[in-house]
């Protein structure tokens, strides 16, 4: 804009001089910022946070906030869009388009291994189960074994036979075993 800037100098003379002066806006920390989306993954029921949808957030302005702009939905398993609002202190904001990935919670049977054991019994004699996982007392408390059908012991032999192994959360896993049936000694 077209000004006049008034000098006066010692001896009480003046002079106008035109001046022009430019007129700039601040830019906001919105404008100066660039909020960058982060993937995140939660289980299904779990709250995700803002924090970790914006990969950046240590580099924006100390004191800037974030949130989602709505709660995200995570009763069910999927990729679930969301916006987060990063609020500057300034008070100017971004919108960040985000994903939430919810993921199913991993059944017992998904997050253990039970290792078969191979046993031997004598003809006629019952194997156990529990003989035939070796790391059953690593599994969760309440967990069961049986073998999914009779094992005949009736001829010596190797028997294939596989325990059903089941977990507290009602998942189960079936392992193959070995149970090795040898003669009476007469």
């Known amino acids: 804009k077209p000004a006049t800037v008034l000098v006066t100098y010692p001896d009480g003379s003046q002079d106008k001089v035109p001046v022009t002066v430019k007129v700039v806006e601040t830019p906001s920390q919105a404008d100066s910022n660039e909020p960058s989306p982060a993937d995140q993954t939660v289980k299904v029921g779990e709250t995700p946070s803002a924090?970790?949808?914006?990969?950046?957030?240590?580099?924006?302005?100390?004191?800037?906030?974030?949130?989602?702009?709505?709660?995200?939905?995570?009763?069910?398993?999927?990729?679930?869009?969301?916006?987060?609002?990063?609020?500057?202190?300034?008070?100017?904001?971004?919108?960040?388009?985000v994903t939430v990935k919810v993921v199913?919670?991993?059944?017992?049977?998904?997050?253990?291994?039970?290792?078969?054991?191979?046993?031997?019994?004598?003809?006629?004699?019952?194997?156990?189960?529990?003989?035939?996982?070796?790391?059953?007392?690593?599994?969760?408390?309440?967990?069961?074994?049986?073998?999914?059908?009779?094992?005949?012991?009736?001829?010596?032999?190797?028997?294939?036979?596989?325990?059903?192994?089941?977990y507290p959360d009602g998942s189960q896993d079936k392992v193959p075993v070995t149970v090795k049936v040898v003669e009476n000694p007469s």
């Open 51 to 97: 924090e970790k949808s914006i990969s950046n957030l240590g580099d924006l302005p100390t004191g800037t906030t974030v949130a989602f702009e709505n709660p995200v939905d995570t009763s069910t398993a999927g990729d679930k869009p969301a916006t987060v609002l990063v609020t500057y202190p300034d008070g100017s904001q971004d919108k960040v388009p």
């Open 104 to 166: 199913e919670n991993p059944s017992q049977a998904d997050s253990n291994e039970p290792s078969p054991a191979d046993q031997t019994v004598k003809v006629g004699e019952t194997p156990s189960a529990e003989k035939s996982i070796s790391n059953l007392g690593d599994l969760p408390t309440g967990t069961t074994v049986a073998f999914e059908s009779p094992v005949d012991t009736s001829t010596a032999g190797d028997k294939p036979a596989t325990v059903l192994v089941t």
